[in-house]
């Protein structure tokens, strides 16, 4: 009987919960009015209804009608047409754009085709937003008026005055709806104006675009997120209000999608189906197509490696036509007895094609090893992936029937006198619970994983130290740098299993190289830089040219000149043993090399010598 109760029970509360979200019938008017014939027109009401239109229909109202610029009794009609299509439904939605005006209290929404020339014509040219709330009273669930018609009117210019008495306000006038479940969100405080901004559409309709359809958003909230997105666009000067009160549990326009009892399916499974169909054609359009389609993420680097194999193949391709066609034109200039100039010429072609060729195929078979190792890596990364969903699947699935199991028991009376019975059966559930909860996706030591994420971070050019398996500061640095360039958060501090995914899942560098002064990237290698003649390498790694040094005069020290020549003074002169001149009765010359003049007589002699000054030579 306890497995037919807890079964029964379930079927129950599934219906509770899902039975009323696929019942509950909506549905929506949208007006806009903005080509008026008295007053100049407005430039976003259609626009703005455009808008909120097609934001109903793609949130799955039943019936949702667009009307714009009507007269008096194309409004009168249209709501007249909507009170007959609130009579079953539980929602019911009325958005106004355009102008309305405040007298004596009571708000009014004036047709295009409204003069309201005297204070009076107001009761019988324009309606009054009691008449909407009339249309909107049979939804059984929710009644929501949105008026964006705050802007400011520009009938009460013109408008002549019957009774003095009578008041005409700015704005719209508060109003206290009397039926339960039912709020009017004005564009703008009671009393006060809305902008129509300077887009296409007013800054009101704008933010309740971006939030009031959100699923499972609670509509206050929702109105709430509209009101600080208008005040904020308008500098704060227009401020939205909502008038009425609901009750205590969340009320949605859009219900929340229900979370799927059984097992999900992979986000991740369409983008892979349409990689392997894209794989199967192997062409340039599919992959370009599938690019498009999908330009970021795991798939789409996979895919670029593919895109460049293909460009090295038609590469290949192109070298080898090439070279084929110089082949036969140095044969038939060889077979026509060319000259030698022509001959050598096209051997030389034919030299250059084959070099081509050959080179071509090289990257073709560079392009081809990366593709099939991005392909490994994506089969593996698909293969953990689906692991881990399967056992996440597992884990949620086992702690759902655990709590259903738990609140069927709570209901049952035969089970309450088994407190002792309900705690064993708790743990018993806890622990398979446990069991199924996925398990550590690495099995590696701590010390080899710090050492494969060193490896991985030297592939990606992150790291220059060498993998140790001590996580320092410079492996915290270059995890901090890859999470720079490739856009994740990873923690720094410690050397992870989530830091070795995402690091495998990067085919090629990440980090740019970084070379010291005087060198420069080529590629994945540091290159000298070499100047011409006359240039030297600058501190910005840049040639330039070198400078000519310029004399710098100096001012001498006077008092170390004047030392210096009485120095030089004050020593003795040195013999001279050359530049002396003799003269005798026969002429002058010089003295001889090795020789001196020597004054007095010359030895062995009486006489003096007077013809040659009293001087004589001796030599050495």
Known sequence: MIPFRLFGLLIFATWLTYGPAHAEKRVALVI????????????????????????????????????????????????????????????????YAGHGMEVDGNNYLIPTDAALETDTDVYDEAFPLDRVLVAIEPAKQLRLVILDACRDNPFAKTMKRTVASRAIGRGLAKIEPTSPNTMIAFAAKAGSTASDGDSKNSPFATALGDHLLKPGLDLRKAFGFVRDDVLKATGYKQEPFVYGSLGGDDVALVPAKPVAAGPQANPQDSVRRDYELALQAGLREAW?????????????????????????????????????????EKTRLAS?????????????AAKAAEEARIAAEKAKQVEQ??????????????????KALAEKQAAEKAKAELAAKQAAERASPEQSAKPTADRQMAESENQKVAALSPAPTSTLSAADLTKSVQSELRRVGCLSAAADGDWSAVSQRSLTLFNKYAGTQLDAKLASVD?????????????????????????DQCVKITCRAGYRVSDDNECEKVQDKKPVATRENPSRRDAERKA?????????ASGQIICSSTGCRPVQKGCRLVSGVIPGRVSSNVTTGGNYEVCN
């Open 32 to 95: 806009g009015n903005s080509a008026y014939r008295s007053v100049p027109q407005l430039a976003n009401p259609v626009s703005d209804a455009g808008l909120i239109g097609g934001m109903f229909k793609r949130a799955g109202f039943d019936s949702v009608e667009v009307k714009q610029d009507l007269s008096g009794a194309e409004m009168r009609k249209a709501l007249r047409e909507f009170g007959t299509r609130t009579r079953d439904a539980d929602v019911a939605v009325v958005y």
């Open 369 to 386: 090893a990366r593709a099939e190792a991005a392909e490994q890596q994506r089969k593996a990364a698909e293969a953990a992936a689906a």
């Open 288 to 328: 370009e197509a599938f690019l498009q389609a999908y330009p970021d993420g795991f798939y789409a680097n996979l895919a670029r490696v593919q895109l460049k194999k293909i460009a090295a193949e038609e590469e290949r391709a192109a070298a080898t036509e090439k070279a084929r066609l110089a082949e036969q």
């Open 568 to 576: 030089t003074e004050s020593s003795p002169s040195k013999p001279e």
């Open 336 to 348: 026509e007895r060319a000259q030698k100039a022509e001959l050598e010429k096209a051997t030389a």
């Open 499 to 523: 830091a070795l995914d995402a690091l495998k899942a990067k085919p090629g560098r990440v980090c740019p190289l970084v070379c010291n002064h005087g060198f420069r990237a080529d590629g």
